[in-house]
């Protein structure tokens, strides 16, 4: 589908209703400043000045969902916990329905909390567990996605090997998703790397890639990277395969297409959850009906945008707008 310009586009993707499925956490910032190192060890002292609590993980790839104009439903599982309430609560605050969001009194809510200085992170703290989805848990996440779907117009697998996401979930989804005509798209982590077989678009990064399929990716050597996303592509029988290569920009085939979209320059203060960005992108790119290589040249604007940003943040939809204005994308 062709769009005249950014605004007819977020028009379409206003109207889009996205299912994110996935393991949800939340970001937790200590900011402070360093004038001492401590007494006890050879550590740096910080004295905290703000104290911030976010949404993150697939909660992340929501908010930018959600920044983009779709609406993002979220189906995951929290802790029966102070984290849990957290989530849930600040899900309400920010109008993004918690339907698809189990409570289970045997899985704590994953919190990453991490240590600034400045612009510099300078410890983090994981609480958190990986271990899989009870039987009980299973079958509840899954009526819930089923139940879900008819009322979507693409999925967002956002695995970040916590548990949440396993073969089962993954092969029924894909399975009904396909049976409805609705694009899913796959973020992946190394536990179910090979396991996303039927999906629409998958998009690992370099180092995925490389680990996933245990072979030797050098991005600036374009066939490499061919020759990479081509096998992947036949493993998983995915109608497309998009790997993010970091300063070299974004790399996609489509069956017999392939195109490199070369990054552009910016001034980087953190690279989290760009990922999260990218994907969001291209799932809302595709349920609107835009092609291969636009998907992935927008992707790869918007995914550069908030490594501009201090912390795990959800892109700007103005900010994107005038980057589609400023190269000509559409």
Not at 165 to 194: C, H, Q, W, Y
Not at 203 to 222: A, Q, S
């Amino acid at each position: 589908m062709n769009f005249s310009d950014a605004n007819s586009l977020f028009e379409a993707f206003s109207k889009l209703k996205i299912l994110v499925i996935g393991d949800v956490m939340v970001d937790s910032y200590v900011f402070g400043g360093v004038s001492r190192i401590s007494p006890e060890a050879p550590v740096p002292v910080v004295l905290a000045s703000k104290k911030d609590k976010r949404l993150g993980g697939a909660a992340n790839v929501a908010l930018n969902v959600q920044a983009l104009g779709a609406t993002p439903i979220p189906c995951a599982i929290v802790g029966d916990d102070i984290d849990g309430e957290f989530f849930l609560k600040r899900l309400k605050e920010r109008g993004i329905p918690g339907k698809g969001v189990i409570v289970s009194t045997d899985r704590q809510t994953t919190v990453k909390e991490r240590v600034l200085s400045g612009a510099h992170q300078l410890l983090r703290v994981d609480y958190e567990t990986d271990k899989g989805l009870s039987p009980i848990e299973e079958k509840s996440l899954l009526a819930h996605i089923k139940n879900l779907l008819p009322e979507c117009d693409a999925v967002i697998f956002e695995d970040y090997d916590k548990g949440v996401i396993n073969k089962t979930i993954i092969s029924e989804t894909i399975a009904e998703a396909n049976r409805l005509g609705i694009p899913t798209v796959v973020d992946p982590k190394k536990r179910n790397f090979l396991d996303y077989k039927g999906a629409t678009l998958f998009k690992p990064n370099l180092k995925e890639l490389r680990e996933g399929l245990k072979i030797d990716c050098d991005p600036t050597d374009l066939e490499s990277v061919k020759s990479g996303a081509k096998a992947l592509q036949e493993a998983l029988d995915a109608k497309m395969v998009m790997v993010t290569l970091s300063e070299h920009g974004v790399f996609i085939k489509d069956n017999g297409d392939t195109h490199l979209i070369p990054a552009h320059i910016r001034q980087i203060s953190d690279v989290s959850g760009a990922g999260d960005t990218v994907i969001s992108i291209v799932a809302c790119g595709l349920a609107a009906g835009l092609d291969a290589k636009t998907t992935a040249a927008l992707a790869n604007l918007g995914g550069g945008l908030v490594c501009e940003h201090v912390g795990v943040v959800p892109v700007e939809k103005e900010d994107l707008k005038k980057e589609i204005e400023r190269f000509e994308l559409l």
